[in-house]
Structure formats: C-alpha cells, structure tokens
C-alpha cells in the first residue's frame, strides 16, 4: 500500500505553506516512515522531494542553523526536553547545543540528564521532535525562517570534472 499518493504531493506542491506541512511531516515522522515516505515521494516527482530537503530540519542539523536562531528554539525548550533529545547525540553537537544555552539552562538540562537514567529510543524521538516543532512554531510566528541555508547533507559528494575541448589546429 503506498503511504503517498500523486494527488497528496499536488495539495503540498500548491503553496509554501503546504511544502513546510510536508517539512513537517518528514521531520516529524519515524525514521522508517520517513525512509517509506522519501522512497515513495522520490519516485512519484523526484523534484519536489528535492525542493522539500530543502526546507526540512533534522535535529541533527540544528548546529547548521544560524545562532540567534538556534539560541531562540533552545531557549523555548524545557530542560527535560533537551536532556532527552541530546541523549544518543555526538559530543561535538553537544558541545555545541551546550554552549549556546544561557549557563543557568545548561545546568538544569545537565541536571536532568544526571536524574533521568536511561530513556528508550522513543522517548528520545519524541524529545528531538519537540524541539522541532518548537522551531516550527516560532517560524509560524514569524520570528524567522526555520531553514538550512548551508548543511552537509546539501553538498554535493563528489565534484565532476568537466572536459575541457579544445579544437586542434
């Protein structure tokens, strides 16, 4: 059964409005629905789904963003929230996260991360969705727009080298 259909992608396709749900809907989902859901859309109209990439964060990205920005989200986010979500990160995006809240914000989500034990990977999902849809919420109320301008995902993996011709003489 397939999760996507082409009338679905039409609806999204119609305002920006409709390709920050679909963001939404990418960023939100479970990594396996989401895999489903860009196979699908890949196929279907693989240049929308570009144009959608684009406009999608993962909160593994969320250092990519510029640093009022990334400041404004983590300072809406409870310290709960952000001791799970930092919980299965890597030190340097840590670090990161870490270094931009306020010092009284990092010791309480320090705090929380000493008293919480050990969360199970969903709980650790829900936690970094949270704080995207905190982005997202923020970006509805127009304190600015929550998307990557520059981001690893976005580089190209290997340059092509063009062939220069040149007519013999």
């Not at 684009?54 to 409870?78: G, H, P, W």
């Not at 995207?132 to 727009?145: H, P, Q, S, T, V």
């Amino acid at each position: 059964m397939q999760a996507v259909r082409l009338r679905d992608i039409q609806r999204f396709k119609k305002t920006r409005a409709g390709l920050i749900e679909f963001a939404c809907i990418l960023e939100q989902s479970h990594p396996k629905v989401r895999e489903k859901i860009l196979e699908e859309v890949g196929q279907l109209d693989p240049s929308f789904l570009r144009m959608a990439l684009r406009k999608v964060v993962f909160f593994e990205e969320l250092v990519f963003l510029d640093e009022s920005c990334l400041a404004e989200i983590l300072t809406q986010a409870s310290p709960k929230i952000l001791a799970f979500a930092l919980v299965h990160s890597d030190e340097s995006f840590k670090t990161k996260v870490m270094g931009t809240l306020g010092y009284r914000k990092m010791r309480q989500v320090m705090d929380e991360q000493e008293k919480m034990g050990t969360p199970d990977s969903n709980e650790v999902l829900g936690a970094q969705i949270q704080v995207l849809k905190i982005g997202r919420e923020l970006e509805a109320k127009n304190k600015f727009i929550f998307e990557l301008l520059d981001c690893p995902r976005f580089k190209k993996a290997t340059p092509r080298k063009h062939l220069r011709l040149v007519d013999k003489k």
